[in-house]
């Protein structure tokens, strides 16, 4: 069983927005660092935003800072990550990730835990 499955994704024009949720199930990662990652078609995955267990840090990727906001409810279990201004180079298959080893910096793909993704598409 997945213990992370990925919500929200789409078909969006240029300039639009997307709420992507990421659900965990079967167990609780309410103390684990969680983030987002995505992989576009050819390319290899790649950070795009993470947040500490309590949500007060968080962390996003140059290209996308300003314009993605991560967020957590650990009551929910769950976290989001709200894009907006999307363009097409936002096209991808977004992940969402949970527990990572202590060492590992945010942004290393070094977690424990994968959803199977989401689609998302912003056309020009």
């Known amino acids: 069983q997945v213990p992370l499955v990925e919500s929200g994704g789409g078909f969006v024009h240029s300039g639009g927005s997307l709420r992507l949720s990421c659900a965990a199930s079967?167990?609780?990662?309410?103390?684990?660092?969680m983030g987002w990652f995505r992989q576009a078609p050819g390319k290899e995955r790649e950070f795009v935003a993470a947040i500490n267990w309590s949500g007060t840090g968080t962390y996003y990727a140059d290209s996308v800072k300003g314009r993605f906001t991560i967020s957590r409810d650990n009551a929910k279990n769950t976290v989001y990550l709200q894009m907006n201004s999307l363009n097409p180079e936002d096209t991808a298959v977004y992940y969402c990730?949970?527990?990572?080893?202590?060492?590992?910096?945010?942004?290393?793909?070094?977690?424990?835990?994968w959803g199977q993704g989401t689609q998302v598409t912003v056309s020009s």
């Open positions: 079967g167990r609780t990662f309410s103390s684990s660092a």
């Open positions: 990730a949970a527990d990572k080893p202590a060492y590992s910096a945010y942004s290393s793909r070094e977690y424990n835990y």
